[in-house]
Every structure is written in structure tokens, then in C-alpha cells.
């Protein structure tokens, strides 16, 4: 579709799950909405991820409550746009005491409402797919919701195009975006309001205004493997590696004797950060990563290596033999050295959202909820 003369209430630039999240709140108080995409086809970090709405385990705080809230909205979205949930909760596995320790303790917290602890010998309910007798426990959150991204980004869209009359412009560059006007390599489009959500793009537009939040991007290794056993009763697996790196367990007390042991004895998977999520498609494959290398602008190569740490806590993990990679590919986002994510208001009518950790499957529609309601009044 190209640019017409028809003006909108709201531009949205970004066609990402940031920039979709905003479209929905906007269109839903009846706001008639463009959202703009120099892509063809979503291809950032939105289709790139595990797909992985995290409750349990993000930052206690405002990060834990827009991941609940983003919760409700993807399964309501998903109910009425027909996106299958493939997978639901998650397994995080201590494979030391001191994971153990973490579990206990997050199990102390607020956040553990409805989660349980899981003792070695009821691991065994999960299957055989798991090293169940390596481990000293587990803890299950029934929180999680898993949907395959490649497929369910771009259903939202068709979808916010049905329901509300959203309109796509895709492969439009916007060049500038000050109300009431964009500026697209297919001409100008008007709009009374602008969001961008540019995604880990902070150099084309407000490039002066972002750089005063030290931005970088961060690079992730992601592969599809085919277990050698599949066992679909299992949630979404986590391990000890995870607990260092997910706030709300890394920022308890507990988790220092962790960090300090996975210093001894994992020293290069830190080194590349490296931790393990696995998640289930409905073919039988496993979404298995990630690694977190971060640069103004990441190199392009995925070094093998990478990929094996990665597989080695995978073996650590699931039982059977080193299992098929039938996919590798990287994502980048954008990330900040003090939050997870930004809203910048350069003037009255146009936000910036970003978000800067790797959260955004998880709050991205809390975080609209939030920005459309305070645009909006
Ligand atoms: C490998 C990987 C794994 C992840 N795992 C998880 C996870 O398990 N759970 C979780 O919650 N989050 C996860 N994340 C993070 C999450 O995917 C991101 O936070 C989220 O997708 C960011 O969404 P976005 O819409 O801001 O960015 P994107 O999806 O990158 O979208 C930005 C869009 O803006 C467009 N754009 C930018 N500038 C312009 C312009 N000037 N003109 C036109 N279009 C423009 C781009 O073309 C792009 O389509 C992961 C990320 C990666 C990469």
C-alpha cells in the first residue's frame, strides 16, 4: 500500500511487537492508526525471539508488572486473532545447590505467587526427556506463554488490519517524524500523533535526542534443534545460567554464591553470555539459546563456538544424544547501561519507545498501555 492523502490520528513507526502493542492500544480507543515499516515483512528482533512471554524471573518492580499485564493481552490477542499458544509455564532447573538456594529464596518473594517448587523426585512427572537425576530440584511458574513469532507477529498485524482498520505502509522509510508529518521515501504522511519504535535503530531518527542514553546494541546466537526425544508434556526449560541473568532472580541476595560457583566452573559461557531457554514449537523442534554480545554495531559472523556452549548446557539439561540443529540464526536489540526500557517525549505529540533489554515479547503491551493513556490523557 502506498501513502494517500488521508490523515490519521496516530503514526506508529516500527512494525515490531513495540510498534504493534501501541497500534492495538491506540486503535482500541478508536484512534485510526498507520503504522509504517521499512521491511517487507516484520524481520527485527519481534520475529527473531523465542517467542517467550516471561513473567517469572523479570526485574521485581515495573518490569514483573507490564510482564503481567502483557500476559492478559497476549492471550486475549491471541484468543481473538487465532494465534496457538503452542507452549505454557517454565521449568527453571537448579542443577547446584546454590540454584537451589535462589529458587528458595525467589519463592520467598511476591513474585512467586501460583509458582511451586518442584523436589528431584517429582521431576520425573516431566518425562524422560530431562537429566532429571542431576538435578537437586526446580521451580514451575505456570505464568508463561509461548507463541511461534515468525508466524504470530505477523498474524497480530493482519489481524489489527481486520479488527481495527490499521493501516500498513510497509517498505516505507520514514526519514523524519515531527507532528503532524512524516517523512517517507514514498512521500509525506500526516498524522495528529507519531510513536516511533524503531527497534534497535537509534541513528535515523532523533538520533540527538537518544544519544544521551548511551545506547548499544546486543547480538544473540539462536538455533532450532530436533530432539533426539520430544516430550511434549515439558514447559519451557531453564537453568542455573539463567538465574545470573534474569533480574529477579540475579538481584536476590541468594544469587551471589551462584554467580560465584558459575564463575568457577562456567567461566566461558559467562564470558559470552551465555544461558539456556528452551522452547517447544508444534512441529517437534526445540527453540533453544541464547548468547549476548553487545557493539554499536555487532558483527554479522555466529561463531560455531558460541553455539556449542550453548549446547552444552542444552546437554547438561535434556537427556539423549547432542541433538539436530536444523536452524541457526542471530537477533540484535537495543540495550541500555540503566534500564530496560525508554520513552522519550521530544514535544507534545510524539513519544520515543524503546525497548533496551531483552524484554520486549514480555511488556511490550503494558509499556503501550502506558504511553497511549498518558498521549491520550
Ligand atoms: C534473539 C532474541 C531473543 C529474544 N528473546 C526474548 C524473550 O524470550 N522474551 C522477551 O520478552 N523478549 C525477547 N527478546 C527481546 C524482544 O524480541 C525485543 O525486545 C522486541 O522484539 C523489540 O521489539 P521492537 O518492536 O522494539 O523492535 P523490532 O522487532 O526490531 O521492530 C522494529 C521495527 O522498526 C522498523 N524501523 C526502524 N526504523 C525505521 C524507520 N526509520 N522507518 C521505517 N521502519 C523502521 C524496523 O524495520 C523494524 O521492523 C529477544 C530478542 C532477540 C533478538
Not at 488521508?6 to 511487537?17: E, K
Not at 505467587?113 to 517429582?122: G, H, I, K, L, Y
Not at 514535544?347 to 503494558?366: D, M, Q
Amino acid at each position: 500500500m502506498t501513502p494517500t492523502s488521508q490523515s490519521y490520528d496516530l503514526a506508529v513507526v516500527g512494525g515490531g511487537v513495540c510498534g504493534l502493542a501501541h497500534a492495538l492500544a491506540a486503535a482500541r480507543r478508536g484512534k485510526r492508526v498507520v503504522v509504517v515499516d521499512r521491511d517487507a515483512q516484520p524481520n527485527g528482533a519481534s520475529i527473531r525471539n523465542f517467542g517467550f512471554v516471561t513473567v517469572t524471573g523479570q526485574q521485581a518492580g515495573d518490569c514483573w508488572r507490564r510482564a503481567k499485564r502483557s500476559l492478559d493481552v497476549w492471550i486475549e490477542i491471541a484468543g481473538a486473532a487465532k494465534i496457538p499458544i503452542v507452549q505454557r509455564g517454565l521449568l527453571m532447573i537448579a542443577r547446584r545447590p546454590e540454584a537451589r538456594a535462589v529458587l528458595e529464596a525467589f519463592l520467598e518473594t511476591e513474585m512467586s505467587a501460583e509458582c511451586r517448587f518442584v523436589e528431584p523426585r517429582e521431576l520425573k512427572d516431566y518425562g524422560s526427556g530431562l537429566q532429571s537425576d542431576e538435578f537437586v530440584g526446580a521451580l514451575y511458574s505456570p505464568h508463561e506463554v509461548r507463541v511461534e513469532s515468525r508466524e504470530a507477529i505477523p498474524q497480530f498485524a493482519a489481524w489489527l488490519g481486520e479488527r481495527f482498520g490499521v493501516t500498513f505502509l510497509c517498505e516505507t522509510a520514514v526519514r523524519a517524524a515531527s507532528p503532524p508529518k512524516l517523512e517517507t521515501s514514498r512521500g509525506p504522511v500526516e498524522a495528529e500523533a507519531i510513536i516511533v519504535c524503531p527497534g534497535d535503530d537509534f541513528m535515523t531518527l532523533h538520533a540527538d535526542r537518544l544519544a544521551q542514553y548511551g545506547l548499544t546494541r546486543c547480538k544473540l546466537h539462536m538455533m532450532r534443534v530436533r530432539p533426539e526425544r520430544f516430550e511434549a508434556r515439558l514447559p519451557a526449560i531453564m537453568s542455573d545460567l539463567g538465574m545470573i541473568r534474569y533480574l529477579g532472580y540475579a538481584e536476590l541476595p541468594a544469587s551471589q554464591a551462584l554467580r560465584v560457583r558459575l564463575e568457577a566452573e562456567q567461566r566461558d559461557h559467562i564470558d559470552a553470555g551465555v544461558h539456556l531457554i528452551a522452547v517447544r514449537s508444534a512441529d517437534g523442534t526445540l527453540v533453544v539459546g541464547d548468547s549476548h554480545h553487545y557493539a554499536a554495531t555487532p558483527d554479522p559472523f555466529a561463531p560455531t563456538r558460541i553455539d556449542d556452549l550453548i549446547l552444552d548446557e542444552y546437554a547438561h539439561v535434556f537427556a539423549g544424544s547432542r541433538p539436530q540443529v536444523v536452524e541457526r540464526w542471530t537477533g540484535t536489540y537495543a540495550s541500555a547501561p540503566d534500564r530496560l526500557m525508554l520513552v522519550d517525549r521530544p514535544c507534545e505529540r510524539l513519544r520515543i519507545v524503546l525497548i533496551t533489554s531483552g524484554t520486549g515479547a514480555s511488556t511490550s503491551f503494558a509499556i503501550a498501555e502506558e504511553v497511549i493513556a498518558e498521549l491520550y490523557g
